[in-house]
């Protein structure tokens, strides 16, 4: 069983910033695969960005390329998501999931996850 928090989330305006950070037990994190998804009101959890611990890939949704990064300290056993120029399409819960097998881009794939934490940007 592996137990992932997330914290970060915010009120924030848009074109500011905010890092979530998402810590998941296990003597395995440098392997697991990290993704952070979303969920905004009505809509369907949709793909963020992924951080693969086996080989090192990182990918992110056309929409947030160039404004977010993933990175992971697998040290302190936690991957961030560095959120710059929000936007308030960003509005959404975020979710951090953990897999053990390969990278995906469907939560479906993902064996464990976080309660969620709120982002919301006002214009």
């Known amino acids: 069983q592996v137990r992932v928090v997330e914290s970060g989330g915010g009120l924030v305006q848009a074109g500011g910033s905010l890092r979530l950070s998402c810590a998941a037990s296990?003597?395995?994190?440098?392997?697991?695969?990290v993704g952070w998804f979303r969920q905004a009101p009505g809509k369907e959890r949709a793909f963020v960005a992924h951080s693969s611990g086996r080989d090192f890939i990182t990918d992110y949704a056309d929409s947030v390329k160039g404004r977010f990064t993933i990175s992971r300290d697998n040290a302190k056993n936690t991957v961030y998501l560095q959120m710059n120029s929000l936007k308030p399409e960003d509005t959404a819960v975020y979710y951090c999931a953990v897999q053990q097998g390969t990278n995906s881009y469907r939560s479906i794939d993902y064996d464990y996850w976080g309660q969620g934490t709120q982002v919301t940007v006002s214009s």
């Open positions: 296990g003597r395995s994190f440098s392997t697991y695969t």
